[in-house]
């Protein structure tokens, strides 16, 4: 390895931002249901479906038609693909958690919405189907709202050159922005970190991968600095492609402590 990454234990800190993670909120709808919980499940619902949430809900026989799906749910999360939509001039991002399989080509999901920038909640009853295909062709990124994506987001090539190293050994040299992009889409719990740094230099930028969130640091002339918060993969991502990129302003999308 040409760097060693320095891995902070962070599973206390990735518990404070569970309530933005898909997969968390996913995961708890779905254990709502399975076990009839209705405050997990009023916690994790939009404000026009919570009130209707009550002890008796579960006994509706559309809900327990929806509830069947559960029955082959091994308790995990088996991808998340993204769409956005429209509503009343607000920008809202979809998200589609795939947890079991409806049929030969349909799949189950848990569908979750974020209007603004605020908190992931379902709508109706959150349990959906859809067909694989389908799902298989949605993003696998969070969507940026048009009006606020920067001239980053245009076609641009990196001012030097730069290489990517990934947990399982992997390295690319000269990469662009779409191999930066497919490498994080690498990441999981076992290529869990990715280094990005100049082809003739010693500074980096790093990000270590855990349930959806990084913890991310930076070395400059030998000083290495950490974010202060637990990032988001659009705000991670974000940052890494205007390091890619030589943008001066790339640290401005977190807050930075040195390391002593």
Known sequence: MKKIVVIAIFTFFLFLFAQANVETVAKEVLEAYKTKNVEMLKKN??????????ENYFEDKSIKEDMKSLANWNGKIKGIRYDSENFMGNFVIIAHAYYSDHSEDE???????NMNSTRWVFLGT????????????????????PKNKSKTDKSAEPKI???????DGSTFNNVNEA???ESFNSLDDDNFYIILYPSDG???IQAAFSEGNYIVQYNADDIQYEANDILSKETTLDIFK??????????EGAEWTQWE
């Open 45 to 54: 619902a939009s404000g026009m479906v919570a009130h209707i949430i009550n």
């Open 107 to 113: 799949i189950n999901v848990v569908t979750l919405s």
């Open 126 to 145: 959150g349990l959906d189907q859809m067909k694989k295909t389908d799902f298989d062709q949605l993003s696998t990124t969070v969507p940026q709202d």
């Open 161 to 167: 050159k730069m290489d990517i190293e990934l947990a």
């Open 179 to 181: 191999q930066l992009l």
């Open 202 to 204: 010693n500074d980096f």
């Open 242 to 251: 205007k390091y890619l990129l030589g943008e001066p302003e790339w640290r």
